[in-house]
């Protein structure tokens, strides 16, 4: 048997190699700014469904601001995807049937 000398999945070429940010999406748009006051506001703003969206919500710390737009973003996006989901096994169904 042959022994392998490479790693295998390791990519010394890829440009970026960040991990993708939660929020990266074309129909999800998170703001995350600061306050004069000293407070964090999160809105989360979802092009293809509006009735998604959140209206801006103050934290007093940017960490607790980013887990809720972490959250929120992670719970819309199931929404999105079960709506797919349910449109493909609506129309399988009503094809065999």
Known sequence: MKKIKEEIGRNYQTLDDDPIPFDYSDYINVIINGTSDGEWLATIKVKSRPDLSQA???????TEADLYA???????KTI???????????LTLNNIL
């Open 56 to 62: 801006a919500r103050k934290f007093p710390l940017e």
């Open 80 to 90: 999105l995807q079960n709506e797919q989901i349910r449109e493909f096994v609506s």
């Open 70 to 76: 972490r959250n929120q973003v992670q719970a819309i």
